[in-house]
C-alpha cells in the first residue's frame, strides 16, 4: 500500500547501501538538530516503518516502543514544548485510510494521521478529504467491482482484493505462485486504463489510485506551516511512496532523511535517504532514545 511513479521493483537495499546506522546515534542526530532548530517535525511512514509487515494487511500493528514514543511526542502540549527540551509536532504519512491508522496506534491529542498519500487526513477523531478526490469517487468503485469480479474468474489465483477510501489494493503477499506480483500489476493497469485511474506498485501490492496528483511530500508540505517552517525535519519510510518525502527532507539543510531497511526494501528509497536503519524495530529504537534525550 505504498506510492510512486509506475515503475517496476528493483533489488533490495541490502545490496546497494552501506551498513545501517546504529539506532542511538540516529537519535543523538535527531535531537541535536531538533535543539538547533528550535523545534521537530517528525513524519514516519507505518507499514514497514514503525509496524513490521505482514502478509495480511489487517494483522499490522505499530510496535509498543515506537508507539509510546510517538505519543510521548504528541501528548497534549507538545507544541509548545511542556515538559520538553523543545516543541515536537509528529504526523504518521501513509497509504492506508488514516482512520484505520488511528485504529492501530494511540497517539496523542497533538498528532495528525494523512492517509492515502496526503489525500486525506485524520485529526481529533475527525476526517477531511481534498475537494478534487471526490469526483473520482464513482469510477473507483467501479474499478473495485471489476476487479472482484475478475478474480472471481479466476484472475491472479490468490490475490487479495483490499478497498479503501481512496484506492483499491491487490496483495499478492503470502502467495506462493510464480508470476503473481506481475499479473497483479498486468491487472490493476488494465482494469484501471478503462476508469482513467492510476497505478501505484509496492511490495507485494499493485493499488489502483484517484489520478489526483499528490504525493506524501505534499503532506509533509502541508505541515511546514507557521512556526513549524523552521523545525527540524525527520522523515522515515520504506516503501517506493516515501521517496517523495525522503526527497524533501534530504533535500533541506539539517534534514533528516531515513530508510527503514529491510530485504525487500527498494535500493532507491536507501538512495533518497540520508540514513538507513535495519528494520522497524530499530526505527523504534531511535525513537525511544529520542524522546529520552528531549524529556525535559
Known amino acids: 500500500m505504498k506510492d510512486t511513479a509506475d515503475a517496476a521493483p528493483a533489488a533490495g537495499v541490502a545490496a ?24 521537530l517535525l517528525l513524519c514516519t511512514d507505518f507499514d514497514g516503518s514503525i509496524a513490521p509487515i505482514r502478509s495480511r494487511p489487517g494483522e499490522v500493528a505499530a510496535l509498543p516502543g515506537a508507539e509510546r514514543a510517538l505519543a510521548w511526542l504528541s501528548r497534549r502540549g507538545a507544541g509548545t514544548g511542556r515538559d520538553a527540551r523543545c516543541p515536537t509536532r509528529v504526523a504518521i504519512v501513509t497509504a492506508r485510510d488514516s482512520e484505520d491508522v488511528a485504529a492501530r496506534i494511540a497517539l496523542g491529542p497533538d498528532a495528525v494521521i494523512s492517509g492515502n498519500y496526503g489525500l486525506e487526513s485524520t485529526r481529533d477523531g475527525e476526517v477531511t478529504l481534498v475537494p478534487e478526490a471526490q469526483r473520482w469517487m464513482p469510477a473507483l468503485s467501479a474499478a473495485a467491482a471489476e476487479l472482484e469480479g475478475e478474480l472471481a474468474a479466476g484472475r491472479c489465483p490468490g ?80 516503501d517506493y511512496g516515501d521517496i517523495p518525502m525522503l526527497l524533501l527532507a534530504r533535500d533541506r539543510e539539517g534534514g533528516l532523511a531515513v530508510a527503514v531497511g529491510d530485504e525487500e526494501t527498494p535500493a532507491e528509497v536507501a538512495a533518497a535517504a540520508r540514513w538507513r536503519l535495519a528494520s522497524p524495530e530499530a526505527w523504534a529504537d531511535a525513537l525511544t532514545a529520542t524522546v529520552e534525550a528531549l524529556r525535559g
Open 16 to 39: 546497494h547501501a552501506g551498513p545501517p546506522v546504529a539506532p542511538g546515534e540516529m537519535a543523538r542526530r535527531i535531537v541535536e538538530q531538533a535543539l538547533r532548530c528550535g523545534g
Open 159 to 238: 490475490a487479495r482484493l483490499e478497498r479503501k477510501r481512496c484506492g483499491v489494493v491487490l496483495h499478492t503477499r503470502g502467495v506462493e505462485r510464480e508470476g503473481i506480483e506481475e499479473c497483479a500489476l498486468e491487472l490493476a493497469r488494465e482494469v484501471a486504463g478503462r476508469w482513467r485511474l492510476a497505478v501505484v506498485p509496492g511490495k507485494r501490492v499493485a493499488e489502483i489510485h484517484l489520478p489526483v496528483k499528490r504525493t506524501k511530500a505534499d503532506a509533509v508540505r502541508a505541515l511546514q506551516r507557521g512556526r513549524w517552517r523552521e523545525a527540524a525535519l525527520c522523515v522515515a519510510g520504506d
